[in-house]
């Protein structure tokens, strides 16, 4: 894949964070994620430049599409960016504050590589929250790079901690580890979630990938 509609968008920015929203178009499945958004109000939860944002709004006027990340600097570059469709909002905000002020108000709730910042002490309110944005029926989809024990989990390991801990690319939220998928079933049941799908997405990558489809109960 060299190019994709969702880049358009992103023409506006400087080189290095053209260059470095391509490398994550090519890194991560957020297209298959995508596909699996249902209704009409989105809701993506450390969206980062709003690559996954770009690829829910584009194309589809009758959505409203809102990206929230505690980075100011991604926020800005997401606004100047998918911020220009007229279908999005982009706040600077966590999930926990915006579900005071929004509650029930999403038909999917986007969560792409951003649990394994957190400590998992701190999974249960962050997973609560997203519960509370959602709409009765309303389906929460999480993907992560699982730990599966193997060489895939330790390079993806070793790379995240380059991004946050050494170049400072990406915001942390006191730690990057991964979870065995048993232990993120578990903590999205105990949320109030039926898990309807857990996807593997590591085939033909180096990063194991894995996606929750997860419903509110
Ligand atoms: C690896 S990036 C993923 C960005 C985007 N979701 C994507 O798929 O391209 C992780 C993002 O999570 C954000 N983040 C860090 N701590 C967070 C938190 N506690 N709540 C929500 N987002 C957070 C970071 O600022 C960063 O934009």
Known sequence: MLTHPALSVFKPLPLAERLFVRARLFSAPLDLLAQHAKGTRMLD?????????????????????????????????????????????FDVMTVERLASLEPGTYDTITVADVL???????????????????????????????DDGGWRTRKALLQEQVMVRLLGRTKGSGAVGFSKRETTRALLERAGFSVAETISLSQGSTTPHVLFVAECR
Request: charged share 25%; glycine share 12%.
């Open 45 to 89: 939860v450390g969206c980062g430049h709003g690559l996954l944002c770009s690829m829910l709004a584009l194309g589809f006027p009758d959505r409203f599409v809102v990206g929230i990340d505690p980075d100011p600097k991604k926020i800005d570059w997401a606004r100047r960016s998918v911020g220009k469709l007229g279908n999005t909002r």
């Open 116 to 146: 394994y910042l957190l400590p998992t002490s701190d999974w249960p309110d962050f997973l609560a929250a997203c519960r509370q944005l959602l709409k009765k029926g309303g389906r929460l989809l999480l993907k992560e790079a699982e």
